[in-house]
Each structure stands twice: as C-alpha cells, then as structure tokens.
C-alpha cells in the first residue's frame, strides 16, 4: 500500500535519543517503513513554546536528522515541518532560513503560547505579530499549521492563512477536548482546500482506536470532506496504543478500517491520495 503521514515527531526522538533513522527502536523507521510502495512522511521538528534559544536547537536536530537520512529506503520521500512558531521567537526573518531548509509547514504554537498566539492550554489570542508571520508564510509558500491553536488564536489565524493545514487533529464531535477541531472548523481548513491529518494519540480519541478513528472518518464524510482527510499520526511524539504504536501497523489499520465498511477507494485517499494531491497543487503555485 501507499502511505503518507502529516505528522511525526521522529527528528527530535532520534536526536536526543541518538537513534539512527533507518534501523532503531522508535515508532518510525526507515526499516519499518520499507514495506509499502510508496512513503511520503512530514516530519516535524518539535520546537516547545518556552525553550531558550529555540532556533540553535531547530538547527542542531534538522541537521542530525538530514544527515541520517542519508541512510534510509528507497520508497520514503521525506517532507519538513517545524511544531511551534516559537522557532522563530521576535524575528520574523527567520521564516527565510526555514524556507531555505525545504519547511513546509509551520505548527503556529504548541500546548502553551509564544509570541504568534495561544495554544490549547492558553487564553492567548494571535497577535499582531502573529498576523504578520502568517502573511509571511503566505508569501513563502508555507503551510500555516492550525493543529494546537486554542479557538480563539484558530479563528483569528484561518482568516488570514491561504494555505491553512490541521497536521494532526482529530474531530472535537468524537471526543470533546480542546485539541480536536469542531466542525465549522473542519469546514474552514477544507474550504480553503486545506487538509486534516488524524491523529493516533488516545486522548484525542476517546476510546478504541480503531473504533474511533472510523468514527472520525466517518463523521468527516458526512460533512463532505471526503477530499480533505489525511493521517497525522503523531507517531514519537505521544504514547500510543500498543494496537497502533508504530507504522509497521499501519497496514492493519487499513484492514481494520475496510472491515468496518469504508470502502478501499476513500481509503486510499485518506492514507495518500489526499495529502499527495495537497502536496502536488501546492508545489504547482510555486
């Protein structure tokens, strides 16, 4: 099968673990990956709100992480996004350097709140700042990241982002916390052609994995954004389920969802299709 994930926390795992990619004990592996026709993963390098010197540290483990790559399988294209817009802290400028490094997407914020906005542990709203790192991405052609922005930053940023993504969020109508995105929500990202990667992480399911994640999908459907669901796994950035702990089981996954009555072809393009054509016309703009 063919996979493409919107969200995992690899790069930092390997890097303060000191893990190689290709073989190693983390959720994902190149060794583990190598089973499927093609792979097409973003990974994420995880910046918190509240780190000194955030920058030096998204330099050091972006550089690890390409230098391991070097060793990796045949079917993985790789993608880069940065999770947290404190990368950047005041300077704005650094979105160039980002943009050099091949990011494609920018998380505005993690849990808490940074300079840009507030995440969904904060009462924090976008600044102006924030305003105007998103108008910068705009122009660069990065993804404006909408996963972790509490409502109010969320509402703020949609407005102005042309290339608004959800990496790795769930539907708040399955399981109401705060990280998982409500409807009208949902509508916004897709009206703007965005695309919402699902998340695996159990607090933001509710329950069985499987179970809940056909209740997202199936919830998602119903609200017509059959072209707009995707996977954002968040493997190595959160403690999953042993059913689904790494993407060796991504296939039984698959299985699973089929047996539960989606059909192989709205399958295909919630675990590629969707997030590859995302990709495709995104690049086509350049």
Known sequence: MNYFDLH????????FKNQPFFRNSLA??????AEFESWKQLFAVWIRDDI?????LYRAIINDFKEKLTQKSDNLTPYFAVEGGAVIGNDIDLLYELKKDGIRSLTLTWNGENLIAGGSKSDK????FGQRVIKELNSLQICCDLSHLNDKSFYKAV???VYPIATHSNC???????RNLTDDKLQLIAEKGGIIGLCFYPEFLGGDVFLKLYENIYHMLELGLENNIAIGSDFDGAKMDNALSDIAKIPYLYVKLNEKGISADILDK?????AENYFET???RG
């Open 159 to 161: 407005e102005t982002a």
């Open 172 to 178: 708040r109508a399955v399981c109401d916390v705060p």
């Open 8 to 15: 995992c926390d690899t790069p930092y795992e390997c890097y």
């Open 28 to 33: 994902v592996s190149g060794e583990k990956g």
């Open 270 to 274: 919630i675990f590629y299709k969707n």
């Open 125 to 128: 709203g976008l600044t102006s």
């Open 52 to 56: 000194d010197e955030p920058f030096k």
């Open 282 to 284: 995104f690049d086509k």
